[in-house]
């Protein structure tokens, strides 16, 4: 029994060698990265211990605390045949999710695996306490309590969607991966040569196909920001999100922070920086989607989620790729009662026969669909330009957010002037010989346009519910988001929407 115990201790030699060689950390100094001193409690570690050679069964799971709170652990073991599932690993797995559901507790998944073992499929596949479960238990979990995904190997075949259903996925680049067929299986059903790192590497996946969140230099890095994300997070979906003591911001808006000129790009964090707490910013997806920055950070202490136009890149226009990233951090924040600020700085979807053929339509109603079903307190600043339905993603005042604000350089309009004056009097402008009479039209409707969406114009209409000078917007946005504390959310009753996928 001793032996036995002692085996899953730590890792055989031959083992030990691969980790040092490719710079992973063993299975239990991962857990311990993560949990608070000594808090750690396994359960099932003797699972198939009268097979010498599959110690634990290739996974090790428990309960341990994190910054204080009760958080559950799936783990596996890269040492005991590459990390791979038997039947008593998936039976592990099972009950750690029932547990999370019974209990309302966090999972951590800590990903290290090449999939279920071919020799064990028709105990560990098709049946009722197969592999299936795991997902099934997964979607259910889904918004009640925090899934956190550390991909430190592969996460191979049917065992890929452990991240994908996860709350983030944090990936260690040069060694994490996941897709559905490997190198091999692609050569030879599809006859594609390709490398495990362009198939599904770390970049991959956080830089092209949005899998991925964020990108880790080693193990521990990976396990620093899952603690560091989890600390935005409550315990289940019944709590309010953390506080923490409130910290002065890194820097100070004034009116050179944001350009008037809506033409001239700017990059958004520099006012994300101004409104929130000093070193409190962690963006998720900073590489998949740039013209749209999504991040938690927090407001005098308070925990709030960030859905901010980057003009600084691609003009800030809203993507397919950018509408989904979207939809699912509000969708995030809505779950576990953290607060969302829009700083709108957008000239709405992009047009053409590319996107069209992509579904830019459909992707851009997720978006639309997640801002609209969110219940949490929400305010939306116009920083400059919000054009088109790009208003209407960014939570506009027809979307019921709790305060539609604006800087003195917004603009809110169904376009910008130049095209909305050609759209009105393409044929008219046309018509002019003159050069000089032409641009005097042209500037004479610009000026009537530009009258009609006039910011106190829009004021005195009740479209926006306050003009606030950039140095007051800290200050402003902190008191609405504390009056908001106590909101009321309802939702509408129905059994669900039909979502636009």
């Known amino acids: 029994m001793a032996d036995a115990t002692a085996a899953t201790l730590s890792p055989t030699p031959a083992a030990a060698a691969k980790l040092a060689r490719t710079g992973k950390l063993y299975v239990r100094e991962r857990i311990a990265l993560l949990a608070d001193p000594d808090t750690f409690v396994e359960d099932g570690q003797l699972a198939n211990a009268l097979a010498a050679s599959l110690p634990a069964d290739g996974v090790v799971t428990g309960v341990c605390l994190v910054e204080g709170r009760p958080a559950l652990v799936v783990a596996n073991d890269s040492g005991v045949k590459a990390g791979s599932w038997g039947a008593r690993t998936v039976e592990k797995i099972i009950r750690i999710t029932e547990r999370a559901l019974i209990e309302e507790l966090p999972i951590f998944w800590l990903i290290d695996s090449a999939g279920a073992r071919i020799t064990d499929q028709v105990a560990l596949f098709p049946g009722r306490r197969g592999a299936g479960k795991i997902f099934h238990n997964q979607v259910k979990l889904s918004g009640k309590v925090p899934q956190i995904c550390c991909l430190f190997g592969p996460s191979a075949a049917g065992g890929a969607y452990i991240p994908a259903f996860c709350d983030i996925v944090i990936m260690v680049d040069g060694n994490a ?76 808006i004034d009116e050179t922070t944001v350009p008037a000129a809506e033409q001239v790009p700017f990059d958004i964090h520099r006012l994300i920086d101004g409104i929130l707490d000093a070193e409190t910013f962690f963006e998720i997806k900073p590489a998949f989607a740039g013209e749209l920055v999504t991040g938690l950070g927090r407001i005098e202490g308070m925990p709030v989620g960030v859905v901010a136009s980057n003009s600084a890149v691609r003009g800030g226009v809203l993507f397919i790729d950018s509408a989904d990233k979207a939809a699912r951090f509000v969708e995030l924040c809505d779950a576990y009662n953290i607060s969302l600020l829009y700083l709108a700085d957008v000239p709405g979807f992009m047009i053409g026969k590319e996107v069209e053929r992509q579904g830019i339509i459909r992707h851009g109603a997720k978006m639309i669909t997640a801002v609209s079903e969110a219940t949490v307190p929400q305010i939306s600043v116009i920083v400059r330009k919000a054009y088109g339905a790009g208003l209407y993603a960014m939570n506009g005042p027809g ?89 009321v959310r309802r939702r509408t009753e129905k059994h669900h929407g039909v979502r636009p996928v």
């Open 177 to 252: 991966s996941m897709y559905l067929g490997s190198p091999r299986m692609a050569e030879v059903t599809v006859g594609e040569k390709v490398t495990l790192e362009e198939m599904g590497g770390a970049r991959v996946h956080t830089e092209i196909s949005g899998c991925g969140d964020l990108l880790a230099t080693d193990d521990a890095d990976a396990i620093e920001q899952a603690r560091w994300f989890f600390s935005f997070l409550p315990t289940c979906w019944r709590e309010p999100a953390p506080e923490s003591d409130p910290v002065p911001p890194a820097s100070v």
């Open 399 to 487: 979307f019921e957010p709790d305060a539609c604000l604006a800087l003195p350089t917004a603009r809110i309009a169904v376009m910008g002037p130049d095209p909305a004056v050609r759209a009105v009097y393409a044929n008219r402008i046309d018509e002019i010989a003159d050069a000089d009479e032409r641009a005097a039209f042209v500037a004479e409707r610009k000026a009537e346009y530009e009258q009609d969406v006039n910011l106190l114009h829009l004021a005195s209409e009740l479209v926006i519910d306050a003009v606030v000078e950039p140095g007051a917007l800290r200050s402003e946005l902190a008191r609405r988001f504390g009056l908001l504390a106590g909101k």
